[in-house]
């Protein structure tokens, strides 16, 4: 019997080559599409707002929803395939498609009835303005 010294990396290369060996074969669409799919948020404060730009690329803004709710900012839509009828056609697909969701809590400061939405060249700018008595103010001193 010998014992055999224990080698990550030779585990490491293994594993990496039973990966390559699986994903060699393309498999067909219809088993790559997916029921849900995420969506990438950028979020940025400023002294007058908090924004949210969400990238939504190939999706329609008739295809999206956003709403809020007991302090909470929901995103949600759906990301078609655009040849629906050709999916069956498809060697590979891997962009994602199918229905998405984000909630975010909004901070107690921003004002939910002036929340806008604008969506251009595939990313919905979300513009969350503070309510004006959590802004920033100075106070001027009198001297008596």
Excluded at 18 to 41: G, I, K, M, N, Y
Excluded at 43 to 65: M, Q, S, W
Excluded at 98 to 105: D, E, I, L, V
């Amino acid at each position: 019997m010998s014992i055999q010294r224990w080698d990550a990396m030779r585990e490491f290369e293994k594993l990496h080559e039973e990966v390559d060996r699986l994903f060699r074969h393309s498999v067909p669409a219809r088993t790559l599409t997916q029921e849900s799919c995420s969506v990438a948020v950028d979020i940025l404060e400023n002294e007058e707002e908090v924004v949210l730009r969400v990238e939504l690329p190939g999706v329609k803004a008739d295809h999206v929803a956003v709403r809020v709710e007991d302090s909470i900012l929901t995103i949600e839509g759906e990301k078609k395939l655009p040849d629906a009828e050709a999916k069956d056609a498809y060697l590979r697909i891997e962009r994602f498609y199918g229905k998405f969701q984000r909630a975010f809590t909004m901070p107690n400061y921003v004002d939910p009835a002036k929340i806008t939405a604008e969506h251009k060249d595939g990313i919905l700018t979300l513009r969350l303005p503070k309510r004006a008595e959590t802004k920033p103010r100075s106070i001027e001193i009198k001297v008596g």
